[in-house]
């Protein structure tokens, strides 16, 4: 099983994660790790932080001469902007941020306490441990993309664009949104949004390809790739939903007009043509793209700030004002990707056994040999 941690504030030293159980001989390209970082950072609405970060990885374990070894694996990256033991307390809680909950339940007044860890900063390591699950997913030919669909209330339309289109569409956009008259649209929403102190959400869908019939089960319920995934993508910062394909819409139509009819030919086995299920049924992956929806909610540090209680005063007063971003839906799509690489990573290591790649390789292909077969 691969497990990670992260440790690291937002304006400390340095964030840190440990990532165990990858398996051996997994080719270690620093230059693609770093551009997941940045790809994570490029976004129309992010604040004035990503024009002091140049995120990059410096790993200090698990690997010998540019391959893992099978040893945890532990990534160090830097904070720029590091200062926070300067940075003075917070005693206005922000509503939508972890700041009252955390201050009663740690019984910290200073909120900065909160602040600092409960920060989409941590993201950065998320992207750090999903390029290396993509590694490792490279291995096996799995690919993923992420755009956005939704940035407040103007909608992108995509439904006639193929993986590759939308693929190179968002990568060469820097909102993320595949549909081009969306984007700008997206943009004036941002502009307006800043103009008047406000934030904005939206939502993001990833889009993975390649991976095989039959990760996850349905023989239990915390074995389920379904519940793997909304756990993951679900402990995202600011996400409030996950749906998997049809998702939400589902609900409202008859059961003939949701279920993925099945079709057969000798050349390409069992194939369907529409993919409603999202590619999962009951609990595992069932070989079509797997589709993966999540909504942000706008960032709760407000430049026009709500109403809120000071703490230590208790007397009504209005909620800290922070640096932040205005809309930071386009990098949300980017740490979507990291951890749902890690969910499909974790299940091929379990369903094709993960000491080494080559082992994994050979009960890989001896799997897909059974699955043609049958
Ligand atoms: C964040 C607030 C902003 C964001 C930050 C998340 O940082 P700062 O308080 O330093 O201006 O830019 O995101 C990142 C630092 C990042 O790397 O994505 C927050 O409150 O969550």
Not at 43 to 51: H, V
Not at 78 to 94: G, H, S, V
Not at 108 to 128: F, G, H, I
């Amino acid at each position: 099983m691969i497990r990670y941690m992260t440790a690291g504030e937002s304006h400390g030293e340095q964030l840190v994660s440990i990532v165990d159980g990858m398996p051996a001989d997994i080719k270690i390209d620093e230059k693609f790790l770093n551009n997941e970082l940045s790809r994570r950072m490029v976004g129309y609405g992010r604040g004035g932080r990503m024009k002091i970060e140049k995120d990059k990885v410096h790993i200090v374990s698990g690997i010998r001469k540019g391959k893992t070894i099978g040893s945890p694996v532990s990534i160090i990256i830097k904070n720029k902007d590091f200062k926070i033991k300067e940075l003075p307390p917070i005693f206005n809680a922000r509503p939508g941020h972890a700041d009252l909950a955390g201050a009663l339940k740690y019984n910290q007044y200073d909120m900065r306490n909160m602040l600092e860890r409960s920060s989409a900063r941590e993201t950065a390591e998320k992207v750090a441990v999903g390029a290396l699950c993509k590694l490792l997913l490279k291995e096996f030919n799995i690919d993923m993309l992420s755009h956005v669909l939704v940035l407040g209330n103007v909608g992108a339309y995509t439904d006639e664009m193929s993986y590759e289109q939308i693929k190179k569409a968002a990568e060469s956009a820097d909102i993320r949104c595949a549909d081009k008259k969306a984007r700008v649209l997206m943009k004036e929403e941002i502009d307006k949004a800043r103009q008047q102190g406000d934030s904005l959400g939206g939502i993001c869908e990833v889009v993975i390809k390649g991976v095989p019939v039959g990760l996850g089960t349905y023989t239990q319920w915390d074995r389920r790739l379904d519940g793997e995934f909304a756990k993951a993508l679900m402990s995202i910062q600011a996400v409030k939903g996950v749906e998997i394909g049809g998702g939400f819409e589902l609900a409202f139509l008859r059961g003939s007009q949701v279920h993925d009819e099945i079709f057969y030919d000798k050349k390409n086995g069992f194939r369907r043509i529409t993919n409603n299920a999202g590619g999962i049924e009951a609990g595992m992956s069932n070989g079509e793209y797997i589709v993966l929806r999540v909504a942000m909610k706008p960032i709760a540090t407000l430049m026009s700030p709500l109403s809120t209680v000071n703490v230590k005063t208790k007397k009504e007063v209005s909620a800290q004002v922070e640096r932040a971003d205005v809309c930071a839906v386009s990098a949300c799509g980017v740490v979507a990707e990291a951890v749902s690489a890690y969910v499909i990573a974790n299940a091929m290591v379990e369903k094709f056994g993960g000491d080494s790649i080559g082992e994994m390789k050979r009960n890989y292909e001896s799997y897909l040999k059974q699955v043609k077969n049958f």
